[in-house]
């Protein structure tokens, strides 16, 4: 079964690594948003099944979002990594406390963002 996921990031580089990473697979369909605001909306619109957020973002950065999509009843079941190059344990903590599900450093390995990809969609 196609798992639909959510790549949101102000970097193209980011975007596109993130992306040929998880095109990989073939059960997943990637969706992208390139600022807070557009990562809400298409959250709410298409109902991803997981989200990879960057915490540095125009518009609404990565808390906000989290925060947003975490008490909204509708979209809190979507599951949610934070990809970001802030690297302290307050960040850390800070992201776990509004509901992120996970927390990846970039730069980041391919291979870390597959895995855990797949365990969060127990693919």
């Known amino acids: 079964m196609t798992k639909r996921v959510l790549l949101v990031d102000d970097e193209q580089s980011v975007l596109g690594l993130a992306e040929a990473t998880l095109a990989i697979e073939d059960n997943y369909e990637l969706i992208m948003a390139s600022d807070g605001e ?6 709410k619109a298409q109902m991803p099944d997981l989200m990879f957020l ?8 990565g808390i906000e ?6 008490e ?20 850390r903590l800070n992201a776990l406390s509004v509901g992120a599900d996970g927390y990846i450093t970039k730069p980041f390995s ?9 365990e969060m969609l127990a693919v």
């Not at 557009?38 to 959250?43: G, R, T």
């Not at 960057?54 to 950065?61: C, Q, T």
């Not at 979002?65 to 975490?70: H, L, S, Y």
């Open 38 to 43: 557009e990562a809400i909306a298409v959250c």
């Open 54 to 61: 960057d915490l540095l973002m125009p518009k609404k950065n």
């Open 65 to 70: 979002v989290c925060r947003e999509i975490k």
């Open 72 to 91: 909204n009843p509708e979209t809190q079941h979507i599951k949610i990594i934070m990809l970001t190059a802030m690297s302290q344990d307050a960040d």
């Open 110 to 118: 391919p291979k870390a963002l597959l895995d855990k990809a797949e």
